[in-house]
Nanobody, 124 residues
């Protein structure tokens, strides 16, 4: 049973925008903080952004702050990452994450559930 399903990745040019969506099961969406991580080959999975379970507090990695926004649609259990002014360094596989504890929100070790990942490639 798929718990988290991402969509929206693709190939874009630097400066373009892209929207990633993650549909979660209702149980996970209602009981977890939700976020995004990304990974490039040979590197560890890194934190991108997260939204607390109430939908009122969001945090972002310094590298994306001011360019990415995070919202959710409670009616459809969907987390949406809007990525603007994309840079080649934003390239990677983006993973939706359901996070157990807010204290570990920036750590991949704090993730309870992962999505399958969606590729984002930004060309220069």
């Amino acid at each position: 049973q798929v718990q988290l399903a991402e969509s929206g990745g693709g190939l874009v040019q630097a400066g373009d925008s892209l929207t990633l969506s993650c549909v979660a099961s209702r149980r996970i969406f209602n009981n977890n903080h939700m976020g995004w991580f990304r990974q490039v080959p040979g590197q560890e999975r890194e934190f991108v952004a997260a939204l607390d379970s109430s939908g009122t507090i969001s945090v972002f990695a310094d590298s994306v702050k001011g360019r990415f926004t995070l919202n959710r649609d409670v009616a459809t259990n969907t987390l949406v990452l809007q990525m603007n002014s994309l840079k080649p360094d934003d390239t990677g596989v983006y993973y939706c994450a359901a996070i157990g504890g807010w204290a570990r929100v920036r750590s991949a070790g704090g993730v309870d559930y992962w999505g399958q990942g969606t590729q984002v490639t930004v060309s220069s």
